[in-house]
Structures are given as structure tokens and as C-alpha cells.
């Protein structure tokens, strides 16, 4: 339809008016027949606008009265923004809300008439309960576990999936998850029981209770579809199973249902969302009307070039319903990729961008700095503080305020005030003292809250890497600064954010950065599903960008590091010679890799195994004598010798020849029960060795 049709031509005055100032495609979808309408909306293409003058038609034009549409989205803000577009149109009284206040609503209502007594109480957090349901089922209870399990639970219940049918679900959705599938089966059969006895309901509760509601009891099924006759969904890409299923109970046979949705910004499937229910429209709905949105009016063209680029190369079931946006604005710059030899040079030119453009007129809030992970935000954060340049952290606390790196700090203040190992290089010691606190060098299966909690440890060291020759008294002293720098006024900052967070936003300038394969697409992403829709997420970020957009990655982490990462394949586009589109590199001078136990520099052919000629034969040698000491120590008590330490942690201590307790705690396998127990005999046994 264009805006010679005379579908529109020949409407009403009345009817016009709801469309003045529309794109031919917006005004179709405003002024399309009543019944099921799905309007297929790019991003930047002005689906707010266009729904919420298609919900002013149909009170308008006397289809249905305020009172009788309901509008659902997912973020109290998208709710908030249509309400006030709908009352600038001079439409009062239609419900816009979320799924979960909407249905909240409704309980509180129907409730009380059909059990006679009040709504249980809504608890304040899943946390505790899952803490409980946890240590019952003997799982650790530190809070990134906790968290992971809280998703878990919530992704099972979106997903209308029972503790029972849970593990197979896994395999099903070749899911990761933070312990065997079936131990968190029992955390959830266990935190249905706890809520139970407690009288308290969460949030799924609020939606599975009305829907069942609806379904169950005629009486409020006629009242609340006497209600609401017409209805709007939001991001439908992004609707879960259990949404889905308060939706079908509020339309029961009717279909006056407009949806509004992009397949090519669905990314949030590890939630439960399931854009089938999108692409599936035509199909349960015969003879529906869809209209599809793809003027974009955010970005320049060249923005919106690189976005239809690279989700031309999606695949899949989604890749046939995408869209291809046509840029409405004035051209703009180019988009660059830039190459850096690390990731601290990498943070450092972004902030020096950022100067620049705020220094030509950019207003700070009109810059974003995204990242595939919250981890990746304490390069950032320290070189924006350190050019002078103002920020504000969305969606994640300051790096420096988050509980794992506090904690991890404390265990490196009480290192440095002992510090008895000086001749060891820095970043082993930080390595010791943080595995002491539980952190490991390899990172956890899966992803979720554990991971992010190790990703921020990590940096940790990746920042004592930086400083080979310093103390750990100066480490510390490191850090406070960093600390304390970081606390620059934040308002009208630069934003910093994860892509997911940034989702539904925009700004003039927009900084994607650590673009590396193994982090976009992220290295947990195995199936064809999940790196697709690492793809989305890549292509989401893209059109967060109104001018100017620069992509970004580096070669390697540290300074002086191996540069053997991989631009992200997304990028493939850009090609491999794109010279214009790098930035100028100086190659440092290549790290010195340094003997753990002498701390001399290692020949290339040393190098893997970590320590030279002299002290791998002595720590072998010494392996021996820990072995015999061990075997001795283990008839003694009547305990197998593994009980008394493997062979890995013998090994260990072979290699570092601690000569303190506190160093004894630096090595993997070594708790305060062991070191309390056998310390002492293992300090004698290494002790005796040198002084022969």
C-alpha cells in the first residue's frame, strides 16, 4: 500500500488523522481491518509510534472503548513511553503495562472473591528461598551459584517445564547450565516446596495463577474478556511460554490481536523467549494482516548498510523473516574496524575517541561504549577516568563495587602486608593468592552468573600481568588509584553496557568493542542456534547507532601478549585488508617469558613447560622426596596417600618450593585444613632439600 492507495485515500477524515505524518507502511498497519494484525517492525522503524496511533484509530474511530484495549511490553519504560504517546494523541484510559503488572492487577482482583482470603504475599527475591532449596539438595550457596540456579528456576517456569521434565529439557536446548541437570531438577522440585510452606508466590506464580484463572473458572473468563477485547503485544520475538499462555487465556477464541516484533532481535532464548510464536502467526491466525516496517529512521545509511550486511549471512529459521532496513537519513560517516594489539590499548584509543567527540560537540550521554560482557567494563571504566571523560556503568555495578572482585581484593591487602615471596613474578603471586580465595585459572563450565564472577577475577591478574616488576605492596597501591579514579562524577556520562542491556536504546556515537572470536560469538555458543544468535546480538548493537560507529577488538589481552586471536566472524565482511579501517599499531616488545621456580627468562623451547633445564630436574627431584614423605605420612595415619595431597598439588609444590605457610596457601589443593595438618612437615621436607 503506498500513500496514493485508496485504502488510505478513501478513509475517513477522522481516520486520517491518525495517520497524518506516517510512512505508507506505518499508515497501513494504523489504519488495517480489525482482527489479527502482526507488523513486522525493523529497528528504527517507529513501531512505538506506529502502534500506539493504531490503538488512537481503533478507540478513535469507535472500534472499542479506552477501557476495553490492553497494551503488554516487557520493561516498565516501554509501558510508561506508550501511555504518554497515547494520551499526546488524546487517548485516555487504555492499559499499557507488562505482562507481569498486568497480571498482578487482575490476581489482586479475582483473588480474594474466589478463595476468600487475601493474595499471598509476592516474594521480595527468589534468592533466599533458592539458598534453602540448595543447601538441601547439599549445593554450594555463594551467591553467583545462587543466581545461576535463580535463572534456572525461571527459565523452567517460563517455559511451563516441570522439575521432573527438566533435565531432558536440557539436552533438548542443548542449555548450559552451572551443575548436572538433574541436581538442579531437585533444587527446583525443593524451592516449589519451600515457597509452598512459606505462603509466598514469585512473579511466574502471578502469571500462572491468572492464567489458570481464566482457564478454570468461567466466571472470571467472561469478566475479564468482557474487559478487554483488544489487544497489543510488544517485542513478540521476545514473549516465553508461559506469556504465551496468559495471552491465549485473555483472547479465548477471539482474535483482535496485534503483535509487534523483529526476528532479527531476538536474543534473549536463553530467558525462554520463543520467537515461533512470531513466525508462527500466519499459520494459527489464517488470513492475518501483516505489514512490514523497514524504513529506518535512527540511522544513517551507512549504520544501516553494515547492519543488513551482517545479518545477511544469518541462517536458520529466523534468517527467512528478516528484514532489510533502507536508511532514511542523511549519509554519515563510514563505519570502522579497528585492530589493537591489546585490549588496554583497545580501552585507551575508545576513551581518547570519546574526548575527541565530546570535545566537538558531542554530549556524553550521546556516547555508548558496548560490550558483550560485564566483565569486559573495568578497561573501560579506568580509561574513561583516566582521560577525564565522565561515565555511567547500565545494567552492572562499578567493577570495583562488585562483591567478587571486594573479596578478591581483601585476600591481595592481607598478601601484600606478609609478603614474603617478592622473587616471584607478580602475576603468579596474585595467581596464588586469588586461588587461595577459590578462584581457579580455568574458567567454569558454562556461562551465567559464574562465569561473569570469573571474568571479573580474572582481570584481576590480567592487570598484574601489566606489571611484571612491581611488589605486591605497590599492586595494591595499583588498585586503590584505579579505585578511586574510578569514582569521577557519572551524571551525563558516557554509558557503559553490555549489548543486552543496551537493547531498546540509542546514541549519536556508539563504540562496539572487544570483537574477538571467542567473545562475539562468545565461546559457550556451540550450536548453529546459539551462534546465530550471537550473530542478532552483534547486529543489535550495530543499530543502537544513530552517526558514528566504530567496531573495535585486540590481538591480545596484555601487553607484550601473543597476538593470536581472531577478528569475530561476523566482521568477515569488512575483509582482511581493510588497512584504512585499522588503527596504526606499534608491536611492543615481545613479553619475556620468566622460569616459574628461578624466575630466569626461558628459551622458546622452555616456554610450555614454564621452567628451565636446572629447575625442572630439581623439580622433579623434589617431587620425589614430597612422594616418599607423603607415603611415609600416609602409613603413619592409616589414610590412602591421595588424602594426604595428590599427585597434582605434590607437584605443585615441587614447582614453586613455597618457603612460608602463606605460600603453601598459593597452591591449588592446599586448603587451611591440609596446611594446618601437614605444613610444617612439607616446609621441612623442602627445607632439609636446600640446605643440602
Known amino acids: 500500500m503506498t500513500s496514493a492507495d485508496p485504502g488510505i485515500d478513501s478513509a475517513s477524515p477522522e481516520a486520517r488523522r491518525y495517520v497524518a505524518g506516517l510512512d505508507p507502511e506505518q499508515a497501513e498497519a494504523v489504519l488495517a481491518p480489525r482482527g489479527p494484525l502482526c507488523i513486522l517492525a525493523g529497528a528504527g522503524t517507529g513501531k512505538t509510534r506506529t502502534i500506539t496511533h493504531r490503538i488512537a484509530y481503533l478507540v478513535g474511530s469507535g472500534e472499542f472503548a479506552p477501557t476495553q484495549m490492553l497494551a503488554v511490553t516487557f520493561t516498565t519504560r516501554a509501558a510508561g513511553e506508550m501511555r504518554a504517546r497515547l494520551r499526546q494523541l488524546g487517548i485516555q484510559g487504555v492499559q499499557a503495562r507488562t505482562f507481569h503488572s498486568a497480571a498482578l492487577r ?16 509476592l516474594a521480595p527475591s527468589k534468592f533466599r528461598l533458592i539458598g534453602q532449596a540448595a543447601s538441601r539438595e547439599r549445593i554450594s550457596t555463594d551467591t553467583a551459584m545462587v543466581r545461576d540456579l535463580a535463572g534456572e528456576v525461571e527459565w523452567a517456569r517460563s517455559s511451563l517445564i516441570s522439575a521432573s521434565a527438566y533435565p531432558k529439557a536440557v539436552v533438548a536446548h542443548a542449555r548450559d547450565t552451572p551443575l548436572a541437570a538433574e541436581k538442579i531438577a531437585g533444587v527446583i522440585e525443593r524451592y516449589d ?19 489458570y484463572l481464566i482457564e478454570s473458572v468461567p466466571e472470571v473468563a467472561r469478566e475479564v474478556r468482557g474487559q478487554y477485547r483488544g489487544f497489543v503485544v510488544d517485542e513478540y520475538q521476545d514473549v516465553n511460554p508461559l506469556q504465551q499462555r ?17 526476528a532479527n532481535q531476538t536474543i534473549y532464548t536463553f530467558t525462554g523467549a520463543r520467537p515461533d510464536y512470531l513466525l508462527d502467526f500466519t499459520d494459527r491466525y489464517a488470513g492475518a494482516t501483516v505489514v512490514q516496517l523497514e524504513r529506518d529512521y535512527r540511522s544513517s545509511p551507512q549504520v544501516v548498510g553494515l547492519a543488513n550486511k551482517v545479518i545477511a549471512g544469518a541462517s536458520g ?11 532514511q537519513r542523511e549519509d554519515g560517516p563510514q563505519p570502522t574496524l579497528r585492530t589493537y594489539d591489546d585490549e588496554p590499548a583497545e580501552a585507551a584509543a575508545v576513551a581518547s575517541a570519546c574526548a575527541d567527540l565530546i570535545a566537538k560537540g558531542t554530549a556524553p550521554s550521546e556516547i555508548a561504549v558496548l560490550f558483550r560482557i560485564n566483565a569486559q567494563s573495568e578497561a573501560y571504566e579506568s580509561a574513561l577516568s583516566e582521560a577525564g571523560v565522565p561515565y555511567v556503568l547500565r545494567g552492572a555495578e562499578k567493577f570495583f563495587e562488585r562483591e567478587e572482585v ?14 614474603r615471596e617478592p622473587d616471584r613474578p607478580l602475576h603468579e603471586q596474585v595467581r596464588g593468592v586469588l586461588e587461595q580465595s577459590g578462584w581457579s585459572p580455568e574458567p567454569p563450565a558454562g556461562g551465567g552468573t559464574a562465569r561473569e564472577r570469573w571474568e571479573s577475577v580474572n582481570a584481576l591478574v590480567g592487570l598484574a600481568e601489566e606489571m611484571p616488576t612491581a611488589t605486591m605492596s605497590e599492586f595494591v597501591t595499583e588498585l586503590e588509584h584505579r579505585m578511586s579514579s574510578a569514582h569521577a562524577p557519572t551524571v551525563q556520562g558516557v554509558t557503559l553496557a553490555s549489548l543486552h542491556a543496551a537493547k531498546g536504546l540509542e546514541w549519536d556515537a556508539v563504540f562496539l568493542v572487544g570483537l574477538h572470536d571467542g567473545m562475539v560469538p562468545i565461546s559457550r555458543a556451540r550450536t548453529p542456534e546459539q551462534i546465530e544468535e550471537e550473530r542478532r546480538l552483534l547486529y543489535v548493537g550495530i543499530t543502537r547507532a544513530r552517526l558514528h560507529l566504530q567496531l573495535s577488538w585486540a590481538c591480545s589481552r596484555s601487553p607484550g601478549g601473543r597476538g593470536t586471536r581472531k577478528q569475530s566472524r561476523f566482521l568477515d565482511i569488512f575483509g582482511t585488508s581493510q588497512a584504512s579501517m585499522s588503527a ?5 616488545k615481545a613479553k619475556v617469558v620468566r622460569c616459574r621456580g628461578c624466575g630466569r627468562s626461558l628459551l622458546p623451547a622452555q616456554e610450555a613447560a614454564g621452567r628451565c633445564e636446572l629447575c625442572a630436574k630439581e623439580g622433579r627431584e623434589t617431587f620425589e622426596r614430597l612422594r616418599e614423605w607423603r607415603l611415609q605420612t600416609a602409613r603413619d595415619a592409616q589414610l590412602p596417600p591421595y588424602m594426604i595431597f595428590d599427585d597434582e598439588t605434590l607437584s605443585a609444590i615441587a614447582v614453586r618450593r613455597p618457603t612460608s605457610k602463606m605460600g ?9 585444613a591440609k596446611l594446618g595438618k601437614y605444613g610444617s612437615e612439607v616446609l621441612d621436607v623442602l627445607g632439609a632439600e636446600s640446605s643440602t
Request: proline content about 3%; some cysteine.
Open 246 to 262: 496468559l495471552l491465549d487465556a485473555w483472547l479465548g477464541e477471539r482474535d483482535d490481536l496485534c503483535v509487534v516484533g523483529d
Open 584 to 588: 596504526p599499531s606499534v608491536r611492543r
Open 106 to 121: 487482575q490476581l489482586s482482583y479475582f483473588w480474594p472473591r474466589h478463595f476468600d482470603r487475601s493474595l499471598p504475599e
Open 193 to 211: 516446596e519451600l515457597k509452598t510452606k512459606a505462603g509466598v508466590i514469585d512473579f511466574e506464580d502471578i502469571i500462572m495463577s491468572m492464567a
Open 317 to 327: 529459521r529466523l534468517a527467512k523473516r528478516r528484514l532489510r532496513l533502507v536508511g
Open 406 to 419: 571486594r573479596e578478591a581484593i581483601v585476600f591481595i591487602r592481607a598478601a601484600a602486608r606478609s609478603e
Open 664 to 672: 603453601m596457601l598459593a597452591v591449588k589443593g592446599v586448603g587451611e
